[in-house]
């Protein structure tokens, strides 16, 4: 496969990753909105609860969305993530294994009286 040459431009970079960290909180006034648009215009005519309650409701369905992300899907990602540095020769594996062999022969090195 050929190489593709490639170009590094700070401000994009930049800009790129305070968009993502941003949309987070964006994300949390839009649902924060959109929950409370929905209530008034729909939920209260089809379910009669106080809006107390439908905040409760919310809070809970949104405790148990993290609840199961903390469990379940971020350790995955992460085990997946690993098992994918492995499979595509990411450079800091081949790096770990360098200090490794480093620290191998170290210890040899102390057991045998020194260096």
């Known amino acids: 496969m ?17 968009a993502v960290r941003t949309a987070f909180y964006i994300s949390v006034l839009n649902f924060i909105m959109i929950s409370v648009t929905a209530y008034n215009t729909t939920i209260k005519h089809y379910l009669d609860i106080p809006f107390w309650l ?22 995955s990602v992460v085990a997946f993530n690993s098992r994918q540095w492995y499979k595509h020769n990411n450079p ?11 620290l191998k022969k170290l210890r040899e090195d102390l057991k045998n009286g020194g260096g």
């Open 92 to 102: 800091l594996v081949k790096d770990i294994k360098e200090i490794k062999e480093e």
């Open 54 to 75: 439908f905040v409760v409701i919310l809070g809970t369905i949104v405790f148990m969305a993290m609840l199961f992300e903390y469990a379940i899907v971020y350790p």
């Open 2 to 18: 050929p190489k593709i040459p490639q170009k590094i431009v700070l401000v994009i970079g930049a800009m790129k990753e305070l």
